[in-house]
């Protein structure tokens, strides 16, 4: 019998069936484990670690005194100011009344959650907290799987069949959520893909909410483009600062809104919700994201930089892997890699690793690496792991900082690497000693080439 704790008594929306954030878990356990002394290898968190641009910092300061309650939707300088940004950096025809911002797009995606429709429609894999948000609202949700062999993107006729089987169980699906560049994948939706999406999103009237917090964090040559490009009407499009400028912990993220008055009564909608639950966005935040998405030339220069230090240090972790003969989708955004195991299933098993929770909780204890199981994030895959560059040689401000200034004094991929990434390299051994036992133990063994940096 399950122990009771008069007078408390849990909420079934609150308590069954959900667990804690995979990603913040794990960060805990880390902290905690670095706190008593242990040496980890931390691949397991998506947070980008790089200094605050000292003119976003400045802005902060120079607000502090802001302490008063600002309107829920946002304050109207700044919406107009992003309104503008989101026009000249990613073409969309976006007004003022559009914008919407929140204390990070996650809270923006669960009031819009709330908002909108009846049953969602999520991809697998997904980003660990699409699905427990539906969970909270009591929201059926329909697994769309996608294909390693299809670089994770949607297909068209796969995405058909399950909303035909939902329908046919009364299901009612009509919230779909896209992510691109994509957690925990790394993969990016092409642009013909995402129009054909946005053309089956219209035919069968889906809302699309689309996951955009990671569009400035491209690297693989294939073009970010917004499904609200072609959909503007059915989309609404997420972003924030906690990636593109290093600002997790300010907590502030964007929605676009579809234009007219639909978007009018939604963006309505979303601010009833947003005044009973957070009030506003932090005063002093708000004032400092004006400088974020005033189109500086030096912030945009930063955030290229950030960028371009995100994609060296995911590329080698993407090499290296390749290198080990470790089936992965080569990344072409973001900071994640997601390989799969499945080749090493009997060596695993003889080990008593049979499921990816099994085999990321083997890393940790044995060979010192912190990742996340796929089925953390919904996969239909078996033995995956969700791979985190972001945290790796940046684990402290001091060396954050000091790999900023590395890369500035000289970007050389390869140099930037081998110089200044002794745990990233420790961290590729211990892979290569991880398949190499694993080899040997089913009998299987050879030579592979030096890592090389691309």
Not at 108 to 128: D, N, R, T, Y
Request: charge should be negative; glycine fraction near 6%; aromatic fraction near 10%.
């Amino acid at each position: 019998m399950v122990e009771r704790f008069k007078p408390i008594r849990f909420s079934r929306a609150g308590v069954r069936g959900l667990k804690v954030s995979a990603t913040l878990a794990i960060n805990d356990r880390v902290q905690d484990m670095w706190s008593a002394g242990q040496n980890v290898y931390h691949l397991a968190f998506g947070e980008s670690r790089f200094p605050v641009h000292p003119k976003v910092a400045a802005a902060l300061r120079a607000h502090v005194q802001k302490r008063s309650y600002l309107p829920a939707l946002g304050i109207p300088e700044l919406r107009r100011a992003i309104a503008e940004y989101h026009q000249t950096k990613f073409d969309l025809d976006v007004t003022p009344e559009q914008v919407v911002v929140g204390p990070g797009a996650k809270s923006l995606i669960f009031a819009s959650l709330l908002a909108l429709g009846e049953e969602v429609i999520i991809p697998q894999p997904s980003w660990v907290s699409y699905a427990p948000q539906a969970h909270l609202l009591a929201k059926p949700a329909t697994f769309v799987p996608t294909r390693p062999e299809a670089n994770f993107e949607l297909e068209l006729d796969v995405l058909e069949t399950r909303m035909q089987e939902s329908r046919q169980n009364w299901g009612n699906p009509e919230v779909f959520i896209v992510n691109s560049p994509k957690n925990p994948t790394g993969t990016m939706m092409h642009p013909e893909k995402v129009e054909a999406l946005a053309g089956f999103a219209r035919e069968n009237e889906l809302m699309v909410l689309s996951d955009e917090v990671y569009s400035l964090m491209t690297f693989g040559g294939v073009p970010h483009i917004s499904i609200a490009h072609f959909y503007p009407e059915g989309t609404i499009v997420f972003g924030g600062l906690s990636k593109n400028l290093p600002l997790g912990g300010w907590r502030f993220g964007t929605a676009i809104l579809p234009p007219g008055t639909g978007g009018r009564a939604l963006a309505h909608a979303i601010g009833n919700i947003a005044s009973n639950i957070w009030t506003c966005v932090t005063a002093p935040v708000q004032y400092a994201a004006l400088v974020a998405y005033s189109g500086d030339p030096e912030v945009e220069e930063y955030i290229d930089l950030c960028a371009r230090m995100h994609s060296i240090r995911t590329r080698f972790l993407f090499q290296t892997m390749v290198h080990l003969g470790i089936p992965c989708v080569e990344p072409a955004g973001a900071f994640y890699l997601f390989p799969s195991f499945q080749k090493w299933k009997e060596p695993l098993a003889a080990r008593g690793v049979h499921t990816d929770d099994d085999l990321a909780l083997h890393l940790l204890e044995r060979y010192e690496i912190a990742t996340l199981p796929g089925s953390a994030f919904h996969s239909a895959q078996e033995l995956c792991l969700r791979i985190s560059s972001s945290y790796i040689d940046a684990a402290t401000d001091e060396r954050a900082d000091a790999l900023l200034v590395a890369f500035r004094e000289d970007p050389d991929p390869e140099r930037f690497v081998q110089h200044h990434h002794p745990r990233l390299l420790k961290v590729a051994e211990r892979f290569g000693e991880f398949i190499k036992d694993l080899e040997r133990e089913s009998g299987e063994s050879g030579r592979r080439p030096d890592l090389a940096v691309i």
